[in-house]
């Protein structure tokens, strides 16, 4: 409108109040990240008007200085466009940052490592493993409920017998039960996190949500498969003169040893790329194997006639404080896995908020500075 009027003091006056605001933004200390972004967009869009309008008023030194001034705004914007998010951010990043740190409106943007990431990352897989924890609580106490029931499957003849008949085993023999049958797949599970190559809390839980499930699904089961094989084994040793051994059972062998397979399988489904879909497949298949053999045991143990009832009343028996045990280890786990959650919160020093770096987070405050200094720098060359 003041190019139309053809008023220059006017249109100066306006020139010298842009440019003082423009420096104000650029000069301060405070402002977030969207104050500087809509300085920086204002101050981008206003210069082609402006050097229009001093065109229009013949005023060719402030129309060459604002011409500049505009292609080196649209430069700093080409360089923008050309910046992509890091791909670490969503493949070991957390829940968190995968919501807040967007591309970056900053040529300088700050550098994000994996020992940035890795904080959120572990608070987020010790949340979903407390999470797994009272989940595995809930599975065992239905399977101990379950073995406590079954006594009542035969008469009171059997169920006193089978009291009795469960007394047979020693105490080395309760160390197997337990030992193997409840402490082995945590071991099993917790010893994937050793190896690099196998450990799923290297990459985020969006990333890795699918493979850490199924190892925990893996370790639940096979505290449940596992104590099933160790008891009727130990119980044979002990009552076998009596008729209560059994077979081979190369069956829940094979369901145990797909169990065993498939944590690590699971660990391996995961790359740069993502997870591995053909890997993910043959770990299903072990997952699936396992399932089957333990619907299969216990479709037997229901259906089966009364000629094995008692082996297996007193087989039932075992497993209910063998069932229990697992439901400490996992009661034990869930406060554990909370105070590690914390510790890795407290540790986390992308996400933040510090008198040092005010913002919604670290990486805000830096990318704030970042594209600060980039105003200064645009606007100085003027000087």
């Known amino acids: 409108q003041l190019a139309a009027d053809g008023d220059r003091d006017g249109f100066l006056r306006l020139l010298s109040d842009w440019e003082r605001f423009t420096r104000v933004m650029a000069e301060g200390v405070d402002g977030t990240l969207v104050d500087l972004l809509v300085a920086i967009v204002v101050a981008g869009a206003a210069t082609e008007a402006l050097a229009e309008a001093a065109e229009t008023l013949d005023l060719e030194a402030e129309a060459a200085r604002l011409s500049a ?156 498969s596992l104590p099933v094989i160790v008891g009727r084994w130990r119980l044979g040793l002990r009552g076998g003169a009596v008729g209560l051994g ?42 699936l194997i396992l399932q089957i053999t333990l619907l299969v045991t216990g479709g037997r143990a229901l259906l089966s006639g009364r000629e094995r009832l008692l082996r297996r009343a007193t087989l039932s028996r075992i497993l209910v404080p063998a069932y229990g045990c697992g439901m400490l280890v996992t009661a034990a786990a869930v406060p554990l896995f909370h105070a590690d959650e914390k510790r890795w919160i407290a540790r986390d020093r992308l996400m933040e908020i510090t008198a040092e770096a005010p913002g919604f987070n670290r990486y805000e405050y830096e990318v704030t500075q970042a594209m600060r200094g980039e105003l200064r720098e645009i606007l100085r060359a003027d000087d």
Not at 207 to 224: N, R
Request: aromatic share 8%.
């Open 246 to 287: 059994s077979g081979k059972g190369w069956w829940g062998l094979a369901g145990m040893a797909a169990g065993v397979l498939a944590i690590p399988v699971l660990g391996l489904a995961l790359s740069e790329k993502g997870p591995d879909e053909p890997t993910l497949y043959l770990a299903a298949g072990l997952l």
């Open 69 to 224: 001034l505009k292609e080196r705004f649209d430069e700093r914007k080409r360089e923008i466009e050309g910046n992509d998010r890091s791909d670490s951010i969503e493949l070991r990043g957390s829940v968190i940052a995968n919501l807040v740190l967007m591309r970056p409106p900053t040529i300088r943007a700050p550098e994000i490592t994996d020992d940035d990431l890795k904080p959120g990352r572990m608070a987020d897989h010790r949340m979903v493993a407390r999470v797994a924890a009272i989940n595995g609580w809930l599975i065992l106490g239905v399977a101990a409920a379950g073995a406590a029931c079954y006594r009542f499957r035969g008469g009171l003849l059997a169920r006193r017998l089978s009291a009795g008949f469960a007394k047979l085993l020693r105490p080395v023999d309760w160390l197997w039960i337990i030992g193997a049958g409840i402490v082995c797949p945590v071991l099993i599970y917790g010893g994937t996190h050793h190896f690099p190559a196998l450990r799923v809390t290297d990459w985020s839980v969006k990333t890795s949500m699918v493979p850490a499930a199924g190892q925990f699904t893996a370790t639940f089961l096979l505290m449940i």
